[in-house]
DNA sequence: TAAGGCATAATGTATAGACATATTGAACGC
DNA sequence: GCGTTCAATATGTCTATACATTATGCCTTA
């Protein structure tokens, strides 16, 4: 049996995804719900919170709670760890490096990174699903925030996968793009110069600390980013 | 002043972000908190649950309250709506209407929208930001799920905004990928042949009935997707 | 009539206590 | 030794109550 503040709790949400209660309509008052299921007020308010802050529902004293207009502006998604991606669909993943560099930052986009003059970690990569170049990786680790990262061997793990393991980020911002392949993106994703690849740029932080930049170039005839989302 | 409860809660989360609790460590048991924070073990409780809820912590009867492992497998992201996101960044929104029929479902595409010989709405139009197009648009819409937008006016309204405030959809499939534009694309976008373009294809429910199906294909030069995600 | 004050009614937060439920670990019996 | 039982313990849920907070709308007053 599920508890009551959470049968009180679906059966309000159920009334408004199913459009009998409608944006603007108020719900009855607290102490009308606890006549109406025959519970505490404080059942009835551990009932409500949730929909409050999931923003199905907007609560104001003295007025009453009302169904809150649908929020317009997104939809969820999913970005999956590539590793983790391609194993779930039974494929073998294998990480290839390709340059493995450290030194003081010295472009805008290190400094942006690490500061002036931090200790950065660069490296370029090639994700494979099972013999097939999968993506192509060049990512930038700050090793004043992450000093652990200079000791990893990255020569067959994926950097992304043992970061999301072991740095606990609080923030992610993604960039998603398109760009045509030039030569030597063709050339490492074995595709033609000219064709059409998805761009996921990612800046990671830790608090108020920078993490890492990663910009990654998938093939887009081989990838396409699947999310799915469930309202509520 | 923020809520006790909040305070607790923060106090935790902080501390299991920064480190200090580390993954399989065990959180004071609810009658050690209530002597530290001093609050009964109500409130103790309330700021637990969110935690739990989030994933954060585990929490076994008669064992205790474990910090969690990080989840690994994803990072979240907004796909915003298109008109939404012209207009909060200060550009006027337009639809233009290409093509616009009403006819039953005869392809494959439209029978898994609407079933075998079901009514749908098929549209084409135009997305621009200030004078520019941003994005082209193929819409399905399944009639018989929406019956109303038989009577819209879509020659300047975008479908896409009007059936997120009229449809509470509760679930959403979103498919991203990249493509070079072919000739009418890259007419319409007004770009060159052999441009990329990101392409947003998704698939909306309203509980077990399809509604819409819709392919965005945006100018990759001009448009990226953009997300933020704070954890917690 | 308009400005301001005030009782009222709703939600917000917190307490103490009760009983339910699940799991651990020790005591017990074979 | 090994499995079983059982009490202890921590979380899960719910109640009844209390006081805080805030917006409403009436009522008073200039």
Redesign the pocket.
């Known amino acids: ?7 009180i709790r679906d059966d309000i949400e159920q009334q408004i995804r199913s459009g009998a209660l409608k944006p603007g309509d108020r ?5 009308e719900l606890m006549a109406q299921y ?9 009932a ?2 949730p929909l ?1 802050e999931a923003g199905l529902i907007e ?7 009302f169904v809150r207009l649908p929020r317009l502006d997104s939809t969820v998604l999913d970005i999956p760890d590539i590793q983790h991606e391609i194993t779930a669909r039974g494929e073998t993943y294998r990480f290839e490096l390709l340059s493995y560099t450290i030194h003081k930052a010295n472009s805008d986009e290190e400094r942006e990174l690490a500061g002036d003059g931090g200790k950065i970690l660069v490296l370029t990569g090639l994700h494979f699903a099972s013999a097939k170049p999968l993506a192509f990786e060049r990512r930038l680790v700050n090793l004043d925030a992450v000093p652990e990262a200079e000791t990893i061997d990255f020569t067959r793990q994926s950097p992304g996968h043992w970061l999301l393991g072991v740095v606990p980020w609080t923030h992610v911002e993604n960039q998603i793009s398109a760009m045509v392949a030039e030569a030597q993106t063709a050339r490492h994703l074995r595709i033609d110069k000219g064709g059409a690849c998805l761009v996921v740029d990612r800046r990671t932080w830790r608090e108020k600390a920078r993490v890492t930049t990663v910009k990654q170039i998938f093939d887009g005839s081989a990838y396409r980013l699947i999310a799915r989302f469930d309202h509520g």
């Open positions: 049996m599920k508890p009551l503040h959470q049968q719900i009855p008052f607290e102490h025959g519970v505490s007020r404080m059942t009835v308010n551990k409500l919170t409050d609560r104001r004293k003295r007025a009453g709670t």
